[in-house]
């Protein structure tokens, strides 16, 4: 199934194409491999996992597959106009990072792509993308930001 992403020019791409298009056009120079394919276990690791899924059950998965070897991980979630980012870069993180996970059956159901809230998305990625030019600077990366844009209330831990 493909869903709306990021302009109407995008209808009919895929998340991931639209991605490495709209990156190639900020940066030409931009070295960008698709993998247009639902994670498997048994796929190659990289050292550097977005984790972007809607299901809290895949997080789960990947987390378990992925979270001991990778260098930097970060993990999207957002409910309406409330997001988290959650980031592993270690010092402990990979030890919490954990206990954020809970039941699909506690999950909110909601669109996060829902045209009312795609400036949350947006706000999602940009502090999902300052948390990894942060790492990549060595600065000490947050390992939990929550942001409800409704009530202007951040949480960092």
């Not at 996970?101 to 996060?112: K, M, N, P, Q, V």
């Amino acid at each position: 199934m493909r869903k709306r992403t990021y302009l109407e020019a995008d209808l009919g791409k895929t998340k991931v194409s639209a991605t490495a298009e709209l990156c190639r056009a900020i940066n030409s120079d931009c070295d960008i491999t698709i993998n247009n394919r639902r994670f498997q276990k048994s796929q190659d690791k990289a050292p550097v996992i977005f984790c972007c899924v809607d299901s809290i059950q895949v997080r789960k998965i990947i987390w378990e597959t992925v979270g001991k070897d990778c260098l930097f991980f970060c993990d999207t979630r957002m409910a309406a106009e409330v997001m988290k980012i959650l980031f592993v870069t270690g010092n402990g993180d990979r030890e919490y990072y954990p206990t954020t996970l809970f039941a699909e059956e506690e999950a909110y159901t909601g669109s996060c792509t829902a045209k009312s809230t795609i400036y949350c998305a947006n706000i999602a990625a940009a502090l999902a993308i300052s948390g990894f030019t942060k790492w990549l600077r060595r600065i000490p990366v947050d390992k939990d930001v929550t942001l409800n844009l409704l009530t202007n209330d951040l949480i960092v831990l």
